[in-house]
Nanobody, 135 residues
Framework: RVQLVESGGGSVQAGGSLRLSCAASGYDASSGCMGWFRQAPGKEREGVAAIFAGSGSTYYGDSVKGRFTISQDNAKNTVYLQMSSLKPEDTAIYYC????????????????????????????WGQGTQVTVSS
């Protein structure tokens, strides 16, 4: 059974930094894309960042490029999201996602914008962690 456990959320002032972690169990991170999505109240789910361990390729949503960095520790089966220069509009619940076997690249292609958002629906999801950025 796949489990994704996020940690590292919290409250920070604008301009600050946070690092999110997603520990995966029951999932081979080298076999598919893993990444982060976020959802703010009243807004649709948004792809934030994704990584494919097989190639080392990374993908970012336009709103976070240059500010967020995704990385992966294969030995720990953990994905990280380093968030810097945080803005109030980054406030959301952040979810870790791991692509399902049927669509192993879906998390990456959705974050990159080359596939529609619903292609990530079959992915495995964490419970979410709240990030709040105050001005």
């Amino acid at each position: 059974r796949v489990q994704l456990v996020e940690s590292g959320g919290g409250s920070v002032q604008a301009g600050g930094s946070l690092r999110l972690s997603c520990a995966a169990s029951g999932y081979d991170a080298s076999s598919g894309c893993m990444g982060w999505f976020r959802q703010a109240p009243g807004k649709e789910r948004e792809g934030v960042a994704a990584i494919f361990a097989g190639s080392g390729s990374t993908y970012y949503g336009d709103s976070v490029k240059g500010r967020f960095t995704i990385s992966q520790d294969n030995a720990k089966n953990t994905v990280y999201l380093q968030m810097s220069s945080l803005k109030p509009e980054d406030t959301a619940i952040y979810y870790c996602a791991a692509a399902a076997t049927k669509r192993p690249l879906s998390v990456c292609t959705v974050v990159a914008g080359t596939d529609p958002p619903h292609h990530a629906d079959l992915s495995y999801w964490g419970q979410g962690t709240q990030v709040t950025v105050s001005s």
